[in-house]
């Protein structure tokens, strides 16, 4: 799995970012954040990276700091907002402003981002209310309420860092979020397969 990309801007357009790294060229997805983030053409950069693979479709999409990641990966689940959706509303809205906006249960402030109307509002209240927040470093992170925090302490405790844990679990929950078998399963079993999977993806 994809976490980050270090290399040579090699050209900046609306919505997309190319990164030369050791001769390949990256064509990324990007929110207006992250053009505004990272250097100009010509400069090396470091951005963080998420894979959507899908049958008919592959893309890869960036962001200048974990945080934009993290909380672009809570706009994913909300139900109608996929990963271009998500692009265009923190293109629009500072992670900082949308977090007060769930907390505050201010409609009218996320009713003005283009592309979210009433209904999508609402189930990003729904979805995402109180279940945010910034920390000192200005990271997203769930709180610690949050249902797999116990696979994250388990992974913490052979030695990985929690934050990365954290991170490859939410990625996981995002690719597995479609899978019937998984979301058929108990609680102790998600637990179990989320384990096996993160700890996978960490060793690599």
Known sequence: MFNSLTGTVTAKFPGALYIETHGIEWDLLVPDSTLDAVPPVGQVAKVYTWLLHRDDTMKL????????????LDLLKVDGVGAKGA???LSNISGSQLVSALDE???AVLEKIP???K????K??????????L???GLVRPQKTDAYSDVADSLSNMGY????CAEVIDLLLVKLSEDSSFKAASHAEKEQILFRRALVELVR
């Open 124 to 133: 990003m209240l729904l979805a995402l209310k109180g279940k945010l927040t």
């Open 87 to 89: 692009v265009k509303i």
């Open 135 to 137: 920390d000192g470093e």
């Open 115 to 117: 592309g979210v109307g």
């Open 161 to 164: 860092d929690r934050r990365d």
């Open 61 to 72: 999409f960036g962001f200048a700091s974990v945080k934009e990641r993290a909380l672009f």
């Open 119 to 122: 209904k999508t509002a609402a």
């Open 105 to 107: 249960g201010n409609v």
